[in-house]
């Protein structure tokens, strides 16, 4: 039933034939394919919400290229950091996943307001995806 | 006006002291202020679909370990990964971005699915935050 990878993870296709072939477990199969229908919608809304988030963080750097202004303002991340931390612990979500998603797109936005910078003030330079 | 840390990052701090100093960028000032409580909307936003989400993993993970299944399951990471690009792709977000997003969680919630297993199926073993 179980096989693994290079990657070292174990691996279980859980799907119909699955259920199928071990009807002990066709219950557990169902949920899991319900619950991954609402991982999915989850998935669908961060994925549109994080198109929103970089567009707005484009305009932020053609503004921030314009003024002379740094990409990083550290004083900004601290703020969000207490915030965001706040936030995730209010939700049920835990810290360490709510930081690292942090770095994640405040790195990616520093990154892609450093090449808007480079390349005079222009978000067009991230090409049709800002 | 800027300076730099130990990271090479440049850094502006960009406040109400930045613009009363600067009168001619006390416009983009104001603009940035104002896109950075959009960005803030959009990051309580999406911690809060992050909490969701790890609470629906976290089920899925303690109903693998019951059923014996692996945390890895290739063939649904393959559907996830095809469909959610499609989702960036109209909505207008660079694909690499999405994707960096999909490892995290996936890798994340995986991780999370073997501490379950070893902890014979109880996800109270990622504490308070499932």
């Known amino acids: 039933m179980n096989d ?8 279980t296709t859980i799907d119909d034939a699955q259920a199928a072939q071990n009807p002990e477990i066709a219950h557990d ?5 319900q619950l991954r229908q609402s991982i999915d919608n989850v998935d669908t809304a961060i994925v549109s919400l994080l198109a929103e988030r ?4 484009a305009e932020v750097g053609a503004l921030k290229a314009k ?4 990409p990083e303002d550290r004083e900004r991340e601290s703020r969000q950091s207490v915030r965001l931390k ?10 360490n996943i709510e930081e690292n998603y942090r ?11 450093q090449r808007i910078a480079e390349a005079g003030g222009d978000p067009g330079v991230l090409d049709v995806y800002a």
């Open 4 to 11: 693994s990878d290079s990657s070292g993870w174990r691996n």
């Open 29 to 33: 199969v169902a949920r899991i394919k």
């Open 54 to 57: 970089f567009k707005y963080t």
């Open 67 to 70: 003024a002379g202004f740094a």
């Open 86 to 95: 706040q936030v995730a612990i209010s939700a049920g979500l835990d810290p």
């Open 103 to 113: 770095e994640f797109v405040v790195t990616e936005a520093k990154n892609r307001h």
